[in-house]
């Protein structure tokens, strides 16, 4: 079990960087492909920040 949850955690920060990321790599141009990339790259944010905090509800 505690494999397990190592296991989830590291997944949770490598999607947070690759969420980050299309934030980044949105933000550097301007047009509608962009901004929906940044749009994905938030709500993958907002989805992390929700599993963590349903823990503590």
Do not use: D
């Not at 690759?18 to 550097?28: D, F, M, N, P, S």
């Not at 901004?35 to 929700?50: C, T």
């Amino acid at each position: 079990m505690y494999e397990s949850n190592i296991f989830k955690t590291i997944l949770k920060f490598i999607a947070f960087f690759i969420c980050v990321g299309l934030v980044i790599y949105g933000q550097k141009t301007v047009g509608i492909p962009y901004l929906m990339i940044q749009i994905v790259g938030v709500i993958g944010i907002m989805v992390l920040i929700y599993l963590y905090n349903r823990k503590y509800k």
